[in-house]
């Protein structure tokens, strides 16, 4: 199936496509958002995860403008999203997602499950490198966990073939005779982040035409005739279930070519399932998956300029994988450098090596040498000179007939004895710690008092985060943390989940953390804050650590990080572990660009809850996280914001005394964002103030069961309106406009609802 | 200055977070592609950006029949525009600058930075005053610096531009649309040549910084043990024009600054034997100093003043919160 190209394709000189057509200039997330629009999908499931977000956030922004009815849900992570997904493929409409890297992967045992009962929808990756360390870069680590998945996997070298690819993989998944979902992945960063020119369809009848309408599938929504989807199916049976989907599989591999060529009619452009470039003639070559083969053509032309008989072959699909193109485009080819963007740890090559290799291997008369390269992990950029030594590679080793090494990682740096990070700081002296806030428990009440020492004498604690850290100026996050850091005493172990605090402190190989410190993906860092003390105390119990160390355990959160990570943040506090969890809610994913997150107010924009004519910020009220924790029947639950220090600080004590004696502690405390919130950098106290006064973000405390407010600004004849709050902030200030009071009224209405709950708790002795 | 017969023109704009260097980038970028004829690529580099860090901005342009196929960072650029005159400073601002290169910097009128001298001799250096024009003008200073460039690269057509940054401004910002036109036609004008400041031969050498650990030297697992050590970054290039400054006199050393500031960069001592005060509040770190003011609001009796950023004044007023460790 290999078309061949044998000089390069100037633009504007290829024949035109039936369909109209008008240039854009769009970046490869723009051009999937486009397309998304342009197809007029039903619903989109997703989290946002850089850097594919700005699919959403730009579908977020066209909705706002009425451009498209796609009814977008923002899921609580991608293992919520690939649920919502699948739950809206069922009922038979079609069905979008976006996602990267870790997100690929927590949501990855959805994907057999979708692809096993056979139901069609689009999946765009915007591959990026997997965790751990976390990298936001873009490789293909993700995208090679989905070759086993049973999806299609369509490969987008530039925004142009993401455009075009998706309105493919409707077609090629939605056939009955392939009934399976489609990932387009496109690389991160590089397409999905560049723009470039591009042509999108200016013809909806043209459009309509290709798509169709999708086919009707068994869905739960057929009412009038009952079926079991999903049923428990073991040993006789699962293995036909699986021969069905590879029939699926060989199926696609017939119906992948037509569908492109139909495209192809329509726009102009094609796309072989193995892009084969200068191929014919060719000694040597180098196989690379989509932008990298890109800037190898460029060198391909260079090396060909000098003589050399050399091409580029590059899958543009995946799965199911083009084993016949790949055999007969390297019959004659003497030697092939493989380039992977990410590894199989053991297996000698990256997965693309190994599926080459494996399908030269079917050929008894090819003897096609094979150099199995590692390179561009983590976004390492991949230009002309990394492809001059891969196409020198493949052409000495079919010269010499040879291969020297024949797997290694390209691009690596070995790092020089004479080199280190800069020194880290003096340790930091824990009597230092103690002392700023006294603790007592009240014998009466068994209830616990706090008496700070002054302001001024607390500047004598050394603070356990460094300065140089690469925060916004203004950022929330550090004087709360500061303040919290103030009052607690000895020695304490944190644990960031992915968030802004933790890569603003720990850009490599520099820390601003002075204490010890771990990251891990929000999905799961209570329960790993919850493993490492269980361990500690073990340790302890077998005399392995000493006894005596007076050390506490935190975890700090983002609010999005209560979203996605709820599950484990519950689990934890229903087991009771003696550890804090302290949530910065700054009221949206502000590390990925201000995303809505469920503790996001109602009416609030954010980037995937936008603006305009057709739509005005998030349509649901915030999450009340602290009552869902209080739930958990805790010692100790409290709300705070940086804004009250000393009643924040009052709160940290007592919580430290509580994780230390009885268990599990969770504070939520409301962490300024003036980038996101769209305030100037110094207007942290007035919006907090305003935002406490107008008791939307009320401070109260629930001791062993027990609420009790610990400012009433009713009581301190303070009590204000939301709109006194709403006005502060530019996220806010269109709801002030005579066409949102519908919204503002619901806002005060919950807002009130909520506050009247709460005193009523504060009221009785038993809640 | 005009499109070469090969390859690409391409432009790196040098910037810090917030000053608009990537939207710059796609407005020329957009109007090249959609108004001019012409072919290109746009991005930026991509990071985990937090307003006041280091971002670099790439445009290719070449004619519309040439494909754009590398997706590399421009490393040999013909043309730097540095959106903040303390990236001079920085040698890799210059990285891979063609000797027939230009460049344009951010600058109010001054003596020509000795910084220059990095310059290919054959190179053309333009000064403007985009922050300057852009305060006078309510605008921002990359539609200034958009408007200089227009003016010295002739295949750039100005009225393009222009059209493509009133577009980008008309929806939700239409206020800004007339003073963003206004600070560009002033950048097209009201700029300074100089002439044979560099002393470099030929094309500047690209410059890639390399890992400061490696496969051999980093400690397995990723793990860094260095606590603290960003205390090393210096943070003063996000400062904006402006910097908190402490009047001892009016200080009651309350330290209600400390609670609230983000940047950790404020300098505590134990008082002196002659001191009313057990804790007394020395100064500003302005390494670490981002200059969001929030010390300045929170101060009960106007001791932290918000006060214009001079040349050398951070230096002359600098109290270093870890003497004898980082001077």
Same mark, same amino acid.
């Given at each position: 199936m290999a078309t061949e190209i044998l000089t390069p394709p100037l633009t504007g000189t290829r024949a035109a496509g039936t369909a109209q057509q008008k240039v854009d200039f769009k970046s490869g997330n723009e051009a999937a958002a486009l397309a998304a629009r342009d197809i007029g999908f039903h619903v989109m499931g997703y989290f946002p995860i850089t850097p594919s977000t700005e699919v959403a956030e730009n579908l977020s922004k066209m909705q706002a403008d009425g451009e498209h009815e796609i009814v977008m849900i923002a899921g609580d992570g991608e293992h919520g999203a690939a649920g919502i997904c699948y739950g809206a493929a069922l009922g038979g409409g079609r069905v979008l997602n976006a996602t990267s890297a870790n997100g690929l992967l927590f949501s990855l045992e959805q994907l057999p499950v979708q692809a096993g009962t056979r139901v069609p929808m689009v999946l765009n990756v915007a591959a990026r490198a997997v965790s751990g360390p976390l990298d936001i870069r873009g490789d293909h680590s993700d995208i090679y966990f989905a070759l086993n998945t049973g999806w299609i996997m369509l490969c987008a070298r530039d925004p142009q073939a993401v455009y075009d690819l998706n309105f493919a993989a409707v077609r090629i998944g939605e056939h009955p005779d392939v009934r399976l979902p489609v990932i387009v992945c496109y690389d991160g960063f590089v397409t999905s982040h560049q723009k470039r020119r591009i042509e999108v369809f200016d013809d909806a009848d043209a459009v309509r035409g290709f798509l169709g309408t999708r086919p009707e599938y068994p869905t739960p929504l057929d009412l009038e005739h009952p079926k079991t989807f999903g049923p428990y199916m073991n040993d006789p049976d699962l293995i036909n279930n699986k021969v069905q989907l590879s029939r699926a599989m060989d199926a696609a591999r017939t119906l992948i070519p037509a569908v492109f060529a139909e495209l192809e009619a329509l726009t102009g452009r094609a796309y072989p399932v193995l892009d084969a470039y200068r191929m014919r003639d060719a000694d040597a070559a180098v196989v690379l998956l989509n932008s990298a083969a890109e800037t190898a053509k460029e060198t391909a032309d260079e090396r060909r300029a000098l003589g050399e008989r050399v091409g580029v072959l590059s899958p543009n699909v995946l799965r199911p994988f083009p084993t016949e193109a790949f055999r007969q485009a390297l019959a004659s080819v003497d030697a092939v450098t493989i380039g992977d963007r990410a590894d199989s740890y053991g297996a000698d090559g990256g997965n693309l090596s190994l599926e080459v290799r494996a399908a030269l291997q079917v050929d008894r008369h090819n003897d096609t040498l094979v150099v199995s390269r590692i390179y561009g992990l983590g976004g390492k950029d991949f230009d002309a000179a990394d492809a001059r030594t891969f196409f020198a590679e493949a052409v000495a080793a079919g010269r010499s007939r040879t291969v020297d090494t024949p797997f290694a990682y390209h691009g690596a740096t070995p790092g020089r004895p004479d080199r280190a990070p800069r020194p880290g700081l003096p340790p930091i002296p824990l009597d230092a710690t103690r002392g700023m806030a006294h603790v007592q428990r009240?014998?009466?009440?068994?209830k616990l008092r706090v008496e700070l020492e002054p302001i001024w004498k607390m500047t004598s604690v050394p603070s356990r985060i460094a300065p140089?850290?690469?925060?916004?100026?203004?950022?929330g996050y550090f004087p709360t943390f500061h303040q919290i850091s103030r009052v607690l005493e000895g020695d304490i172990v944190v644990l960031y989940q992915t968030g802004c605090a933790m890569v603003v402190t720990t850009g490599y190989p520099s820390t601003a953390h002075r204490v010890n410190y771990v990251h891990n993906l929000f999905q799961n860092g209570a329960a790993t804050l919850s493993g490492l003390v269980e361990m500690y105390h073990e340790r302890v119990r077998r005399k392995e650590l000493p006894e005596g160390k007076d050390v506490t355990f935190v975890m700090i959160s983002g609010d999005g990080g209560m979203d996605i990570g709820m599950g484990p943040a519950l689990g934890a506090a229903h087991r009771n572990h003696r550890m804090m969890i302290l949530e910065y809610d700054n009221q949206g994913y502000m590390n990925t660009g201000a995303q809505l997150s469920y503790s996001t107010p109602f009416g609030h924009r954010t980037s995937t809850s936008e603006v305009g004519t057709a739509a005005a910020g998030k349509r649901y009220h915030h999450k009340d996280t602290a009552q869902i924790f209080a739930a958990c029947h805790l010692p100790y639950v409290f709300t705070a914001s940086e804004g009250y220090p000393e009643d924040l600080m009052r709160k940290v004590a007592k919580a430290q005394w509580y994780a230390k004696h009885e268990g599990l502690v969770y504070g939520k405390i409301l962490s300024f964002c003036p980038l996101n919130w769209k305030?100037?950098?110094?207007?942290?106290e007035p919006v907090l103030q305003a935002a406490i006064d107008t008791c939307f973000f009320p401070l109260y405390e629930v001791e062993h069961g027990h609420t009790a407010l610990t400012y009433d600004p009713e009581a301190a004849g303070r009590r204000q309106a939301v709109t006194e709050w709403l006005k502060l902030m530019g996220k806010t200030r269109h709801l002030l406009k005579s066409d949102h009071a519908e919204a503002v009224t619901g806002i005060q209405a919950e807002v009130d609802r909520r506050w009247r709950r709460l005193k009523a708790m504060h009221e009785h002795p038993e809640l | 200055m005009s499109l070469p017969t090969e390859g690409f023109f391409e432009l790196r704009f040098e910037s810090i977070g917030g000053l608009g260097a990537h939207g710059a980038g796609q407005i020329l970028a957009t109007a090249a592609v959609l108004h001019m004829g012409l072919n290109g690529a746009q991005f930026s580099s991509y990071g985990s950006e937090k307003k006041g860090s280091l971002v670099r901005t790439f445009v290719r342009l070449g004619p519309a029949g040439r494909p754009v196929r590398t997706s590399a960072p421009v490393e040999a650029p013909n043309a730097i525009v540095v959106f903040h005159a303390a990236l001079l400073r920085n040698p890799a601002t210059f990285g891979g600058l063609r000797n027939d290169g230009l460049l344009i910097y951010n600058s109010?009128?001054? +003596?020509? +930075?000795? !910084?220059? !001298? !990095?310059? +290919?001799?054959t190179a053309l250096a333009i000064r403007v005053d985009a922050l300057g024009i852009a305060v006078a003008e309510k605008s921002r200073p990359n539609a200034v610096l958009l408007g200089t460039l227009c003016a010295v690269v002739p295949f750039l057509d100005s009225a393009h531009v222009r059209g493509a940054l009133a577009e980008e401004f008309a929806g939700k910002h239409p206020e800004a649309v007339a003073s963003n036109d206004r600070a560009f036609r002033r950048g097209a004008t009201e700029f300074e040549v100089h002439e044979g400041v560099g002393l470099a031969e030929g094309d500047l050498p690209i410059v890639r910084p390399e890992p400061v650990w490696g496969y051999e030297t980093q400690p397995v697992g990723g793990i860094i043990a260095e606590p603290g050590n960003t205390a090393w970054n210096d943070l003063s290039l996000s400062r904006t024009g402006w910097m908190p400054v402490l009047h001892h006199d009016k200080c009651i050393h309350c330290g209600t600054c400390d609670l609230v500031c983000p940047d950790l960069c404020l300098v505590w001592r134990d008082g002196g034997p002659d001191s009313t005060f057990e804790r007394e509040l020395m100064g500003v770190d302005y390494r670490y100093c981002k200059g969001c003011m929030r010390c300045v609001e929170s101060c009960p009796t106007s001791a932290l003043v918000r006060e214009a950023e001079t040349p050398g004044l951070a230096d002359q007023l600098r109290v270093p919160q870890f003497p004898g460790f980082i001077s």
């Open positions: 009240d014998k009466s009440t068994g140089g850290h690469g925060a916004c100026p203004g950022c305030t100037t950098d110094d207007a942290a | 109010p009128p001054g +003596p020509v +930075p000795e !910084a220059l !001298a !990095a310059l +290919p001799r």
